[in-house]
């Protein structure tokens, strides 16, 4: 990858669901989902990272994949390992990943913090992804933003909205 198309997100893992719908994931095995989900994509670097808030960091090409595909390959990845974990597909959380790019100055230097021009992005499970949504506010959030500055994945039902 050269450096003039390489892409940085950083994921956050939002789990908004009972235990009793799905099991919760510890940070390691959070980013072993898109170790396996992305590792047949080489264009792709995915690793833990060791901050309060971040998870995963996933290195990728822009010239290959837009940031909004890559929130598209992390919620089948998601998807993919509910479902290897037995939950029934009609019985998914809806997934949502919500991304935007970080356009002010950093309040860190650590290398697992995010940085200018980073894509921070919460993955999100949940019963209701519309009710999440407004209680985030998310509308109001994004109304100000440049549509190329955010990005927003829907899987339920296993199809994006």
């Known amino acids: ?33 898109f170790r396996l989900g992305l590792g047949d994509r080489p264009s792709c670097q995915t690793r833990l990272v060791n901050h309060p808030h971040w998870t995963v960091e996933i290195l990728f090409d822009h010239d290959q994949n837009s940031p909004k595909q890559i929130g598209e390959f992390c919620a089948q990845a998601l998807a993919d390992q509910r479902i290897r974990q037995g939950l029934d597909r009609q019985s998914l959380p809806e997934i949502l990943v919500l991304g935007g790019v970080k356009t002010t100055p950093p309040t860190s230097d650590s290398p697992d913090a995010l940085q200018t021009g980073d894509w921070g992005v919460d993955v999100v499970e949940t019963s209701v992804g519309a009710t999440f949504l407004q209680g985030i506010s998310w509308e109001s959030t994004i109304a100000s933003k440049p549509v190329d500055e955010i990005f927003k994945v829907e899987l339920k039902d296993l199809t994006y909205g």
């Open 1 to 33: 990858m050269s450096n003039s198309a390489k892409g940085r997100m950083l994921l956050s893992h939002n789990f908004d669901v009972s235990t009793n719908i799905a099991p919760a994931l510890s940070r390691e095995e959070f980013a072993e989902v």
